[in-house]
């Protein structure tokens, strides 16, 4: 009787070890959101309603992040109460924020002050950069104003980067940044917060997800020297919030996949244990769409 009993033990030890695989979370995403309360919706701006109607039909959006300049023209809190509370601010409750630079713009709240009045504890003020874990992911938010907030190495934020990407313990990695690290739009790559994408890379960083240029664009996995390489960060800018559409150059940058510089939408990522995958979804009457998947590094 003693053998059978040692193989049920050790049937059942074996059992116990074994963690099912995290459930898969949608997440809602897009940045550029909210005009002027006041402004006219057109077919080419003011679209916040539009796009926050695509996030409410979908009962399987989990989580909402945004990508900043949340709200315009300068994110004073009147203005998120007049217009972004009547269109995003539905999604409050499941936000994960990032602060763009159009919250930094006025002289009576040059520090972003009605941003973080009105997001509250979800945008860990003043600074603005955090982290968080959702199914099982951890996802890093930057403060890429980096007049504000230094990103250079060495930089408060840098070592914080550092030191959050070395504890964390999770499979897959995502990153938030309003500034994308490249763009083929109007606005164009960022530069100033290299240090951090080098940090993002050397924890073999999975995603970036970025706003600021009003459009779409995907490239392919990159390093911080626009090298193709299968060990970099898939960065997906989407600016498509609602504010207004600025164009995409029709010389696009190297590694760029697919673009749309006159497109409002959201893209809904669905991040599982080990893989992600995302589908951009335009908003009532657009064409345009674009879906991807990968695997965690």
Request: charged letters at 10%; proline letters at 5%; hydrophobic letters at 35%.
């Amino acid at each position: 009787w003693l053998v059978p009993a040692v193989v049920l033990v050790v049937g059942f030890g074996v059992a116990a070890c074994q963690q099912p695989p995290a459930a898969p979370v949608v997440v809602a995403v897009a940045g550029d959101i909210a005009c002027k309360p006041g402004s006219a919706v057109t077919a080419s701006a003011c679209q916040q309603g539009a796009t926050a109607k695509l996030i409410a039909s979908d009962a399987s959006v989990d989580v909402v992040q945004t990508l900043g300049d949340n709200q315009y023209e300068n994110g004073l809190l009147g203005e998120f109460q007049q217009a972004y509370a009547p269109s995003w601010g539905g999604f409050k409750a499941k936000t994960h924020p990032a602060v763009g630079n159009h919250e930094y713009q006025s002289k009576s709240a040059p520090n972003g002050e009605g941003y973080y009045a009105y997001f509250g504890s979800a945008a860990h003020g003043p600074l603005g950069y955090y982290s968080y874990d959702v199914s099982a992911w951890h996802v890093v938010v930057l403060n890429t104003n980096c007049t504000k907030v230094a990103c250079t190495t060495g930089s408060a934020q840098e070592k914080w980067l550092k030191s959050d990407l070395a504890a964390t313990t999770q499979r897959c990695i995502a990153a938030v940044a309003h500034s994308p690290r490249y763009s083929s739009g109007p606005l164009g790559s960022n530069t100033s917060w290299t240090a951090l994408y080098g940090d993002l890379l050397n924890a073999h960083t999975d995603l970036l997800l970025s706003g600021d240029d009003h459009d779409y664009e995907r490239f392919a996995a990159q390093d911080n020297a626009s090298h193709a390489t299968p060990s970099g960060i898939v960065q997906v800018v989407v600016g498509t919030g609602g504010k207004s559409t600025t164009g995409l150059s029709s010389a696009r940058l190297p590694n760029s996949v697919v673009g749309n510089g006159r497109v409002f939408g959201v893209l809904e990522l669905t991040l599982s244990d080990g893989s992600y995958s995302g589908t951009f979804r335009p908003v009532a009457g657009g064409s345009f769409t674009d879906s991807f998947s990968g695997a965690c590094h």
